[in-house]
């Protein structure tokens, strides 16, 4: 008898960041950031060969565990707007496919789009204005159940207003179409807890805080409530996480009950995973869902992507990961 089919994190060997997947016409497709438009210098020297005239590495898929390199997905934009390319997401409306992204050193989120999901993707514009949002980072396009596209992203709150932390944290805003924002930006979550901090004594806005952050928001609709799958921490050491939030409606009010016990969903496993995080969630051919997110290599100069199984309960959602030994393989069409 056959044995079932089985997979190992990481499903991809290559540098994958903040990995994005979406499903289309029977394939499973994955962007992320790429090692050499990352910020930090270790993972600049140790990125595969460049993309050439385009940044994100993108990737493709018919059973979400072994993976097509389709080269980069966004052609390069102005050199102006900055080399430093994170988290692209991807959202499929009005016939095209939208890629959102954020480009730096400053961080300001932009959109582009493409007739097809291997792209090329070209640059539109501006999402948000640098003057009013001086650092907007990791985009994430949702569609509710009515029709209405809503874009969760991550940007900086310098202040200690209700008891918050500062730092970087969760917000919210309305997508008139798919590359204008309304303006009517909502807190979804910022940072309450000591898990959550980036790095302490860091100079930030003319000041010197407790730096605390909040980011790569995923968001999806399950057992009649919105989830909001968020990471936490510092993404370049153990202290990264995931966890989640709830609420009755898209723009809240959000809540993360538990939240203070640290990140629920994944957490360093010391010797065996470290830094989880920075997820999407995609489901397979048997209605199960999956949570894609990445993890640092041993060495700790590549972060990879990997998958594990996610379920639901009422006391929310249960990842059955980090997983670093021979899983059961999702379940996809031959």
Known sequence: MDSLPSYRNPVWPGYC??????????????????????ADAASRIAAPASLGDRVFPLLR????TRWEHLGGALDRPDV??????????????????????????????????????EGPYCDHGPLLDPGVFPF???????????????????RDF??????????????????????RLAGEERVVLRARHDWQRFQSDRTMYGAVWDWHTLEGACVLRRLDRYWCLYSGAC???ESYGMDWAVADAVTGPWSAPGAERGPRLLRTVPGAVRGPGHA??????????????????????VRQMCIDRLDWTADGPICRGPTWTPQAAPTARA
């Not at 960041?17 to 990352?38: I, K, L, M, N, Q």
């Open 17 to 38: 960041a903040d990995p994005f997947v979406w499903r289309h016409a029977g394939c499973w497709y994955a962007v992320g950031t790429g090692g050499p438009e990352s």
């Open 61 to 64: 898929s018919r059973d979400l």
């Open 80 to 117: 102006r707007f900055g080399s430093e390319f994170w988290a692209p997401a991807v959202a499929h409306a009005d016939g095209s496919f939208h890629l959102f992204y954020s480009v730096g050193p400053d961080h300001q989120l932009r959109v582009a789009h493409s007739a097809r999901p």
């Open 136 to 154: 907007a980072i990791d985009p994430h396009p949702f569609e509710d159940v009515d029709g209405t596209w809503w874009l969760f992203y991550a």
């Open 158 to 179: 310098p202040d200690l207003d209700g008891g918050h932390r500062p730092g970087t944290a969760l917000a919210v805003d309305r997508l008139i179409d798919m590359r």
């Open 235 to 237: 993404y370049g050491n």
């Open 280 to 301: 999407t969630v995609t489901t397979d051919d048997a209605g199960q869902d999956w949570l894609v997110y990445h993890a640092w290599n041993a060495e700790g100069t």
